[in-house]
């Protein structure tokens, strides 16, 4: 179906470690958007990719869509203790327009030892 | 101003009671959206507004009602509420891209 499958659920890293999460979908993605929500926050709205094979950079994080549009990863290069949270992928949903419906993974949570 | 505000920030609230959940944003989106979070899941969608008009309702019970008076507010109406639609209630605006999300209320139901 439309659903996307992210992992791991969790991952738990010393500082300075990197971290990757997982999106991935047995349909074609027209899009893909990354959101962070810190614990007691909401979510933040980090990146939204487009075109296949795509990466893109912010700062410590590497963004890459992959060549058939049916996966994406989110890296994070020597972890800090402010990457603490939850990382949700986000689909739309076929036929809902302008990104109108999002299908959301049920995002990785990741934990950073100082 | 590119946030979207949400008041009240906590609210409790007796099964009996009426009460209204209130969002604004002044970034000039059209698309605006009311989810419900529990804990540890990801946002669920209950109602999007496009353009003032009601476009998506999730099949949401009757008792959450949901108004866009203009374009720069969107409120959630709530009635009779049950103790298992306490959750983390988040307002949401965008255009073509991704989401803006305001900080949520988080609502229980005593």
């Known amino acids: 179906g439309q659903q996307v499958m992210q992992i791991p659920q969790y991952q738990h890293v010393q500082e300075g470690e990197d971290f990757t999460t997982y999106c991935n979908s047995s349909t074609t993605l027209s899009n893909i958007q990354w959101y962070k929500q810190r614990p007691g926050g909401h979510p933040v709205f980090l990146i939204q990719l487009v075109k296949s094979g795509e990466v893109k950079k912010q700062k410590r994080l590497t963004f890459q869509f992959g060549e058939a549009k049916k996966n994406s990863s989110l890296h994070i290069t020597a972890t800090q203790t402010t990457d603490v949270g939850t990382y949700f992928c986000?689909?739309?949903?076929?036929?809902?327009?302008?990104?109108?419906?999002?299908?959301w993974g049920l995002g990785t949570s990741l934990a950073v030892n100082p | 101003d590119t946030e979207v505000t949400q008041t009240p920030k906590h609210l409790v609230m007796g099964m009996t009671n009426k009460k209204s959940l209130k969002c604004e944003q002044h970034?000039?989106?059209?698309?605006m959206y009311w989810y419900k979070q529990k804990a540890k899941k990801p946002p669920e969608l209950m109602f999007v507004?496009?353009?003032?008009?009601?476009?998506i309702n999730e099949s949401v019970p009757s008792r959450f009602s949901p108004e866009c008076p203009n374009s720069s507010l969107l409120n959630l109406h709530l009635h009779a509420l049950q103790p298992e639609d306490s959750a983390l209630y988040l307002c949401?605006?965008?255009?073509?891209?991704?989401?803006?999300f305001g900080s949520g209320t988080r609502l229980t139901v005593v």
């Open positions: 986000a689909r739309p949903r076929l036929n809902a327009g302008n990104n109108r419906k999002l299908i």
């Open positions: 507004y496009s353009y003032e008009k009601l476009s």
């Open positions: 970034m000039g989106h059209r698309a």
């Open positions: 949401a605006s965008s255009q073509a891209g991704g989401y803006t």
